[in-house]
């Protein structure tokens, strides 16, 4: 069983940035695809970004160019650095393995835009 343990969030300013760090347990970290994911109030959960064994990334439109996926493997660390924060980036965000998701999901890490 993987446990997923996210921080890093907190309150920003428009146009802030912030880094979301998530650590895995597991000792096969390495071979999976990794995501990040959101759930803003009253919204399915989406896929922000995603980042593959070999470091190949994708993200979704409205992140591309602010966004940026990375992982350690080494240390079973995913990150998301987050650039020009705007308000419709506020969300409750988690990291998971993607297509499928672990059946446990962390406890996500609350990221919050706000003048």
């Known amino acids: 069983q993987v446990q997923l343990v996210e921080s890093g969030g907190g309150l920003v300013q428009p146009g802030g940035s912030l880094r979301l760090s998530c650590v895995a347990s597991?000792?096969?970290?390495?071979?999976?695809?990794m995501g990040w994911y959101r759930q803003a109030p009253g919204k399915q959960r989406e896929v922000v970004a995603g980042?593959?064994?070999?470091?190949?990334?994708h993200y979704v439109d409205s992140v591309k160019g602010r966004f940026t996926i990375s992982r350690d493997n080494a240390k079973n660390m995913v990150y998301l650095q987050m650039n020009s924060l705007k308000p419709e980036d506020t969300a409750v965000y988690y990291c998971?393995?993607?297509?499928?998701?672990?059946?446990?999901w962390g406890q996500g890490t609350q990221v919050t835009v706000s003048s």
């Open positions: 998971n393995r993607l297509t499928p998701p672990f059946a446990s």
């Open positions: 980042i593959t064994s070999e470091d190949t990334t």
């Open positions: 597991g000792s096969i970290f390495s071979i999976y695809v």
